[in-house]
């Protein structure tokens, strides 16, 4: 297969949390083949400096705890600083570690939207200003179709993804005077290694296939690709939207 390249992305700086492995690493490795300044953050720094390896240390990467709000904000500011004013944020981290409802504490609770939710809005309202004064920019935050699907033992995550969906709502409607387009990104079931190693039985995965319409597996390239049309030019117009990009699941 041959897939598309977008001029409008070339130089743009494009900020990415939750980067170094995974889907992540996906939206780091092709924004960064567009020609796009790429800066990501990521907790394990021995992750993100084999990504920078790997990328022949033409991107920018540093070590943060997105959970810390003024931590977040000051490594945007750091990578405008390095690369210019970030016209693109791509909204990845996330923890979708299993839980039963009725063992969470108020403190698990806490945490997880402390890490699936609060960075959304704490990265999107910090690269806010440098959008408006570029004169717009592409906000990508990642959603999940269980926010759609509501399966058990996923609480958190799930009201959290919910949440990001309503939230890039209200965010395109407000922002939207300053031409800044914000769009949520849903996944199926991503091949990635976390999930092989986890919970992806060849059980499991043929219920999986059951269910969806394209019998092939969804790879980590498939949903970065969407994500690069959503940060481009070429989406211009589309705002306040929730594309699913789950072989039909839903």
């Not at 953050?41 to 943060?64: H, S």
């Not at 959290?160 to 769009?183: C, P």
């Not at 969806?212 to 306040?240: E, V, W, Y």
């Amino acid at each position: 297969m041959a897939f598309a390249t977008y001029p409008s992305l070339k130089d743009r700086v494009v900020f990415i949390t939750g980067g170094a492995s995974g889907i992540g690493a996906s939206f780091v490795t092709e924004f960064h083949a567009q020609g796009a300044k790429t800066a990501f953050v990521d907790l394990k720094p021995e992750d993100g400096e084999a990504l920078m390896a790997k990328l022949g240390g033409k991107a920018w990467f540093k070590t943060c705890d997105v959970t810390d709000a003024a931590a977040l904000q000051a490594a945007i500011g750091e990578a405008g600083q390095a690369l210019g004013p970030v016209t693109v944020l791509i909204n990845n981290v996330a923890n979708d570690t299993r839980h039963k409802a009725t063992e969470l504490t108020p403190e698990d609770w806490r945490k997880n939207l402390a890490v699936n939710l609060d960075p959304v809005f704490i990265a999107a309202t910090a690269v806010y200003p440098m959008m408006k004064a570029a004169g717009g920019g592409a906000i990508v935050n990642i959603s999940s179709i269980n926010a759609l699907l509501g399966p058990a033992e996923l609480a958190g995550y799930v009201a959290a993804k919910g949440a990001i969906n309503s939230l890039s709502k209200t965010l395109a409607r407000e922002w939207g005077v300053d031409r800044i387009r914000v769009n949520a990104l849903s996944p199926g079931w991503v091949i990635t290694p976390r999930q092989l190693e986890l919970w992806l039985t060849p059980q499991a995965e043929a219920d999986w296939m059951k269910l969806t319409a394209l019998k092939d597996r969804i790879m980590p390239a498939d949903i970065a690709r969407t994500a690069l049309f959503l940060a481009s030019d070429d989406s211009k117009m589309i705002t306040g939207q929730n594309i699913v990009v789950d072989g039909g699941r839903t």
